[in-house]
Nanobody, 121 residues
């Protein structure tokens, strides 16, 4: 059974930074495409950042230049470094493992429990 466990969320002031981590287990190979999604109250879940098996990345336009998705060689952990956070980044952030081809990320069936990120003064 695939398990994804997110951590690193919290309350931060506008302009601050957070680093989210997602640890995957249960048969996940270290090179599998992974992604971060977020869902704010009353809104649909949206793709924030994704990384392919060849380390190609893609980002939501509103986070480009502020967020960075990364992974460690040989490990099934993916990170999301979030800088210059804005109130509109407030949401529950979820980790996902899926497919990445033709420049697009396609979510898989397995999701983590989510970690809350709140940006407020």
């Amino acid at each position: 059974q695939v398990q994804l466990v997110e951590s690193g969320g919290g309350l931060v002031q506008p302009g601050g930074s957070l680093r989210l981590s997602c640890a995957a287990s249960g048969g996940i190979v270290s090179s599998r495409p992974m992604a971060w999604y977020r869902q704010a109250p009353g809104k649909q879940r949206e793709l924030v950042a994704a990384i392919s098996s060849s380390w190609t990345t893609k980002y939501l336009d509103s986070v480009k230049g502020r967020f960075t998705i990364s992974r460690e060689h040989g490990k099934t952990t993916v990170y999301l470094q979030m800088n210059n956070l804005r109130p509109e980044d407030t949401a529950v952030y979820y980790c996902n493992t899926g497919s990445y081809y033709s420049g697009a990320y396609y979510s898989g069936h397995f999701w983590g429990q989510g970690t809350q990120v709140t940006v407020s003064s």
